[in-house]
Structure formats: structure tokens, C-alpha cells
């Protein structure tokens, strides 16, 4: 078996995808175990990884943060998602009842075909990423508190290593991060369309970009 190409991403079919998703268990995210703040035991949260397909090929679907007094993520680039909350049935429902809240993407509109590791954040949430293919356009209605701007970035664009910046590797082991100003031991990814995937969005970017190219 041969790796995917990053050309092939663009065409990967959606039955495609959720195979290489079923592997997600067997590959690391290879990144720095992240420091736990606050202590104690971490909450539980999940996010929607949203593939949309376009004329250039699939795209994922990301969240701009409104700028909120008090929040540690204000103004970041994220996936929508959210905390479980005590009355949701299953992460699952809690990711697409946050995205549907956020931004208008019903539900129904999702199919869910695959997860990624989870990932526990500086805040002490252990966030479990769901990858869902978004059926059919939609217009975004935002969360005017909690969502400043819904994108999308080119799946075979984010694949490409040129537009990727690894600390230690083709970057100092500190990087300051383009737009937000802070020196930060973190990958990230060439500023697009203005905006900067870093942080755990971007390990959550790069653990789904190596599972739809690992070999099977």
C-alpha cells in the first residue's frame, strides 16, 4: 500500500475517509504532553471537525472565537464544540448540539464518519474531536457571544508541509505566533485567508491530515 498523496485528498471519496478514520486509535499525535491548568480532574468536552466539499476539494470548517473577557481561547481560530453537558447522551450529541448552537449547522446536516485522539488542553478538558462531512451548504447563523467568523481552509492547502511551522524542526524551539503575538512552544500553520491555526486545533488538523495519509 502506497501513502496518499496530497493531491488525492482532494478527490478521497467519503467512504475512503471513514476508513482511514477507523485507524485512529493506532497513530499518536507525536506532540509534547500538554501542561494540565487548572489541577484536578479534567472536564469533558467535544468538537466537530467539519469537512465540506467545494470545487478544489474538501475543506475543513473552522470557528474564529468572539473575543470574550475571561476566555483563556478569545479570539483563536477553533472547531465548534463545545462541554458535554449532564443531559447530553453521548460526546456525539454534545459536538453537534454546540456546533448547531454556534453556528447553524443542523444536526441533520452531519454525517459523522470518524473520530481523532482525544486531546487534553491547557484548561484541563479532555476534548474528543468528531469528524463529520457537512451534507449540503447552509447558511452560518452565529453565536454573536461566542463565534466571530466561520471559514474554511483547503484540506490539500493544510497538507502541504510547506505551510507547516514545527518548533525544533523547521522553527526555533519558541515561536511567536503570527497575528496573536505570543512566544509559544506550539505547531502552527502559514497564516490563510488571515487566519492562523495553532494550539490544539492545529495537533487536531495534523492528526486528521495523518490518518487520511497513512498507509493502510
Request: net charge negative.
Given at each position: 500500500m502506497t501513502q496518499v498523496e496530497n493531491t488525492n485528498l482532494k478527490v478521497m471519496s467519503v467512504t475512503q475517509i471513514a476508513?482511514?478514520?477507523?485507524?485512529?486509535?493506532?497513530?499518536?499525535?507525536?506532540?509534547?504532553?500538554?501542561?494540565?491548568?487548572p489541577p484536578g480532574p479534567p472536564k469533558r468536552a467535544a468538537v466537530l471537525v467539519p469537512l465540506q466539499k467545494k470545487d478544489d476539494g474538501w475543506h475543513i470548517l473552522f470557528i474564529r472565537r468572539a473575543h470574550r473577557r475571561g476566555d483563556h481561547h478569545s479570539g483563536q481560530v477553533a472547531f465548534p464544540g463545545g462541554k458535554v453537558e449532564l443531559d447530553d447522551h453521548s460526546v456525539e450529541s454534545a459536538a453537534?448540539?454546540?456546533?448547531?448552537?454556534?453556528?447553524?449547522?443542523?444536526?441533520?446536516?452531519v454525517d459523522l464518519v470518524?473520530?481523532?485522539?482525544?486531546?487534553?488542553?491547557i484548561t484541563n478538558f479532555v476534548v474528543t474531536p468528531l469528524v463529520g462531512i457537512v451534507k449540503d451548504p447552509f447558511d452560518a447563523v452565529l453565536s454573536e457571544t461566542e463565534v466571530a467568523r466561520v471559514?474554511?481552509?483547503?484540506?490539500h492547502w493544510l497538507a502541504n508541509p510547506n505551510n507547516h511551522i514545527l518548533p525544533g524542526i523547521n522553527a526555533p524551539a519558541e515561536v511567536e505566533v503570527p497575528k496573536y503575538g505570543r512566544v509559544v512552544k506550539s505547531e502552527y500553520f502559514a497564516p490563510y485567508d488571515d487566519e492562523v491555526?495553532?494550539?490544539a486545533t492545529a495537533r487536531m488538523a495534523f492528526h486528521l491530515i495523518k490518518l487520511l495519509q497513512k498507509p493502510l
Open positions: 476508513r482511514q478514520l477507523e485507524n485512529w486509535h493506532t497513530l499518536s499525535m507525536d506532540f509534547p504532553e500538554m501542561v494540565q491548568f453537534l448540539r454546540e456546533t448547531w448552537e454556534e453556528i447553524g449547522l443542523h444536526p441533520s446536516n470518524g473520530r481523532l485522539q482525544n486531546l487534553v488542553t471559514f474554511t481552509m483547503p484540506l491555526l495553532w494550539g
